[in-house]
């Protein structure tokens, strides 16, 4: 299954300037999502992070991944009427700057769910080389 810009808008109460995927490419329900972010110049942020040698901030690279996570939770039934929220970021690992014209390939598998409280193994990509890699926490909860 695939979700465009729309879709996704359906699910994450995320908006620009903070909307941070562009589409989602495979989704298994309950265990995996993949997304696609297309990083270009106009990102607000390039502005300032760094002016005459753009990259894409390392925290934006993990909320991309956890929005790919929270479309993979919030997309169950269940969980219609939630949010997702950060619990913690563990053993995070920067490989590969992501600059303007890369695109990020966003890949997020869920570990475990107990309760509202969950984890998921995360990975960004840019081609073949990894970007970044870590795990989320995250809890559910009421919008």
């Keep these: 299954m695939e979700m465009n810009i ?5 699910i994450l109460p995320h908006r620009y300037p903070f909307l941070l995927v562009d589409k989602i490419i495979e989704f298994e329900e309950g ?8 990083v270009t110049m106009n990102e607000p942020f390039f502005q300032g992070h760094f002016p005459g040698r753009p990259i894409m901030p390392g925290v934006l690279i993990c909320e991309a991944l956890a929005q790919v996570g929270a ?9 219609k009427n939630k949010l ?29 769910m107990r309760g509202m409280m969950g984890k998921a193994a995360v990975c960004a990509y840019v081609g073949e080389d990894v970007a970044a890699k870590g795990e989320i926490s995250f809890a559910l909860v009421e919008k």
């Design 6 to 10: 729309n879709e996704i808008m359906e």
């Design 71 to 79: 479309v993979l939770i919030l997309s169950a039934p269940e969980n």
């Design 31 to 38: 265990k995996r999502a993949v997304g696609i972010k297309n």
């Design 84 to 112: 997702a929220v950060f619990t913690g970021i563990n053993d995070f690992k920067f490989r590969h700057q992501v600059i303007p014209g890369e695109t990020l390939r966003l890949e997020t598998e869920l570990i475990k």
